[in-house]
């Protein structure tokens, strides 16, 4: 863990806003050190209520989030805001309608908004928003609201994470039940019927409760249907008790804590699998023996089964997961490499000392080519020391020469 991030993880602890937006932008733009990141500020999360809001593109979703905001703000809770935006980072359209809607909150220091935009698959917004998540209950925040389309799979997934999701319908046209994605109806704990000032809400209502009467699992909680207009906050103090009735609902016989934690073991295997993933693409991308394993699969030299089964070897052997005895000195020399690392960056802070940091750059150029060669393949100290080494060297602006 560098000093930097340290830095931001005191900031976090100290309220510091600049260092949780920092903080997300290298959960979200996947940085080295954010699995250490995470690890890190766990122990601060789970003090939160975290409040879903999705629905159909223009429900109204961002105008609820607002009108809901400035309740809980009367109140004197802080809230965090997540507005998920699937759309191409190109158009920005609804990110900048959001900013400007939720202008009100902007100069409210007990209101945080952040729009998450994609950056790589759905799959990896989905992981970064909850991810965000941890860091703004981290932050101290009472409330946690995301705010997400409910178009697909990855955005019904950010859902999971919320103690109480809200589903919001309207009375327009084309946003009957029949139409809404099947697996959102699943996930609402409550329904929001919004723009209740437009004709035909009662009928929505309607429609919802003959659904829920099909539905035999509300047994224990049926979900409210709320009818709520934002444009004079008609029915926000129904929706209100609704979320605290729903939140005592979950307080009583542990439900709150089964919940929590059936998400934290689908959480675990999540990133299993995510790191697992990783290590074999990296594997893939690094090592030629795979590919060619691959070729003779494709070629009918061998069969997938074998192929995959001796690939996966590679991956193992290669990360000293295999009972390398060898692996614990690949972390002594790693650290002396960190140690110079740190070392060049507090150089750097004194400015002059060039003789001094070329002979720092040297050693760690030179131990990161020894942990290449010693320890080569995806996820292992090679690849770590690479990694290690990069930033600086492109920071200092050395030139060594690249790692890979
Ligand atoms: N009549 C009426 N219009 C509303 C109400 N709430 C929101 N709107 C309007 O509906 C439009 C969409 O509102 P948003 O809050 O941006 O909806 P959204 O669901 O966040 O939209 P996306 O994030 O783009 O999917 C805006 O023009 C709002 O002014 C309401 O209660 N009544
Ligand atoms: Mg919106």
């Known amino acids: 863990m560098t000093d930097g991030i340290n830095e931001l993880l005191e900031g976090l602890q100290k309220g510091n806003i600049r260092s949780l937006a920092r903080l997300i932008s290298k959960i979200e733009n996947d940085d080295p050190q954010k699995d250490e990141i995470l690890k890190k500020i766990y122990k601060s999360t789970g003090k939160a209520r975290v409040i879903g809001v999705t629905g159909s593109p223009g429900a109204g979703k961002s105008s609820l989030v607002d009108s809901i905001t400035a309740h809980l703000r009367k109140k004197g809770d802080t809230v965090g805001i997540i507005a998920v935006d699937p759309t191409s980072p190109f158009s920005g359209g609804a990110l900048l309608g959001d900013r400007i809607r939720m202008q009100q909150h902007a100069v409210d220091r007990g209101v945080y908004i952040r729009s998450m935009g994609t950056r790589g698959s759905l799959g990896g917004l989905a992981r970064s928003t909850k991810e965000a998540v941890k860091l703004v209950d981290a932050f101290g925040y009472d409330w946690v609201i995301i705010e997400t389309v409910g178009v697909g799979q990855a955005e019904l997934d950010v859902m999971h994470v919320a103690d109480t999701t809200l589903v919001v319908m309207t009375p327009g046209a084309g946003d009957s039940i029949q139409t809404i994605k099947a697996g959102i109806m699943e996930i609402a ?18 429609e919802i409760g003959q659904m829920l009467d099909l539905q035999r699992e509300h047994t224990e909680w049926r979900p409210p249907v709320v009818k709520v207009s934002t444009l004079d906050d008609r029915g926000l103090n129904v929706l209100m008790e609704s979320v605290s009735a729903h939140w005592d609902y979950l307080l009583v016989n542990g439900r709150l804590e089964e919940n929590r934690g059936a998400k934290v073991r689908k959480e675990t295997l999540e990133i299993v699998d995510y790191r697992w993933r990783g290590m074999v693409d990296r594997h893939l991308q690094f090592d ?18 074998t192929a995959a089964g001796e690939i996966l070897s590679q991956v193992l052997v290669n990360s ?48 990161a080519i020894a942990l290449k060669i010693l320890f080569p393949g995806p996820g292992n100290y090679g690849e770590k020391a690479a990694m290690a080494v990069r930033p600086v060297i492109t920071e200092h602006s050395c030139r060594c020469g690249d790692q890979n």
Do not use: T
């Open 189 to 206: 704990d409550i329904f929001v019927v919004n723009k209740c000032d437009l004709p035909g809400a009662d009928r929505v209502v309607a």
């Open 288 to 305: 030629d023996r795979a590919s060619g394993i691959i070729n003779m699969a494709a070629s009918g030299k061998k069969d997938p089964y």
């Open 320 to 367: 000293g997961q295999a009972g390398d005895s060898s692996a614990g000195k690949g972390g002594e020399i790693m650290a002396i490499l960190e140690s110079a690392l740190q070392e060049l960056n507090g150089a750097e802070g004194k400015g002059g000392l060039s003789e001094y940091k070329s002979y720092l750059h040297g050693q760690a150029y030179g131990l």
